[in-house]
């Protein structure tokens, strides 16, 4: 494309050239072979813009035809992704779940996502009741997010099992298991659309007013109301017109207005200045009540409310308990506490 088009420009050019530099010469009588030619200037300006009448439409359908290449280039690999047949499948037989309590059990739940690759998580058993908060933490690359996609069935395990209120996912249908589910990761993604759009993606049947309220409870309404539209605020693919912290807060109140039983947060309040965190925290206070949440996170003050800590390492869940039970054991929670920098990130 950088040569093709240049190219089609410099010969327009050049034939403008030609013709003008052939015309001078015809009208001065400076061909012998055409005495008998006259021509006038008005004459030469027409026929130049006749030749750029005819000319201008055949430089248009070669931008055609390599914007054409460009796009069949694209489609080959739109179509190839669309063919690929998914991992994780419903299981003939599969059941709608229908969650009451939200209690999550792993039982003996080992993970790789090849033969050939060394084991992510291996054989880790943990009981989650219902409408209680754990937080994972430990090093990056322990497995914490590997742990909340098995959850949600992104992966299937490949030893072990995982129940919710006694019924193991694979004898589930995928569709009943996430739209019981709400998942707020570390870059929240938002549709192309108003504000108020996004919000309702998971209840369109809900009201204007009932979803404003829910913001109300939650706290982040006087920072949905500081955008520049407010709920009617258009926001592009993926929410790149406002800023991180403000996609945060939209991806929180969006889950909220979902109500799901099981909530996943995967590191939501990283990478963000501290007033935005304190409006995040105040919300998360209110997300997390009365529902079976799992919090990844690196932040003290996101973990260290949690009615259970796992501590994830190469050997599984090391150690569990509360923030003030792992703090008197001296163990591996305590040297992250203890290493954690002045922002209080556990790494």
């Known amino acids: 494309n950088a040569l093709f088009l240049p ?15 052939f ?26 813009a006749y030749m750029n009448i005819v000319v201008w439409p055949i430089r248009m359908l070669l931008e055609l035809y390599n914007q ?13 992704i669309m063919d690929l047949d998914p991992e994780v499948t419903d299981e003939p037989g599969a059941v709608d779940i229908a969650i009451s309590k939200g209690q999550i059990d792993l039982d003996s739940v080992s993970f790789r996502y090849s033969a050939d690759t060394p084991w992510v998580l291996k054989d880790v058993s943990i009981s989650v009741p219902g409408g209680s908060t754990v937080a994972l933490v430990g090093e990056t690359g322990a497995g914490k997010t590997t742990l909340s996609s098995l959850i949600a069935r992104f992966y299937d395990v490949t030893e072990g099992s995982i129940r919710i209120d006694g019924k193991d996912i694979r004898k589930c249908t995928q569709r009943s298991l996430h739209e019981s589910m709400g998942i707020v990761l570390q870059e929240g993604y938002l549709f192309s659309g108003s504000v108020m759009d996004n919000l309702k993606f998971r209840r369109p049947d809900l009201s204007d007013a009932e ?28 929410g790149g017109t406002i800023s991180h912290g403000q996609r945060q807060i939209i991806s929180l109140t969006r889950a909220l207005v979902a109500d799901p039983k099981i909530l996943v947060l995967d590191e939501p309040t990283s990478s963000l200045d501290i007033q935005t965190e304190r409006v995040l925290q105040t919300a998360l206070e209110k997300l997390l009540q009365n529902r079976t949440t799992i919090v990844i996170a690196h932040r003290l003050s996101t973990v260290r409310n949690a009615d259970t800590i796992m501590v994830v390492g190469d050997d599984g869940i090391i150690e569990t308990g509360s923030h003030e039970d792992l703090m008197s054991r001296g163990g ?5 506490v203890s290493k954690a920098d002045e922002k209080g990130t556990l790494e």
Do not use: C
């Open 7 to 21: 190219s089609i420009d410099f010969l327009g050019i050049l034939n403008t050239t030609i013709v003008i530099s």
């Open 23 to 48: 015309a001078t010469l015809l009208m001065r009588g400076s061909i012998p072979m055409l005495p008998q030619v006259h021509l006038t200037p008005g004459q030469l300006v027409a026929y130049i």
């Open 332 to 336: 591996a929670y305590s040297a992250l």
């Open 68 to 80: 054409s290449l460009a796009a069949m280039a694209a489609a080959e690999r739109i179509y190839e």
């Open 211 to 238: 979803v404003i309220e829910i913001a109300k409870t939650l706290q982040t309404h006087d920072s949905i109301m500081a955008l520049s539209d407010g709920y009617d605020t258009q926001v592009m693919e993926g």
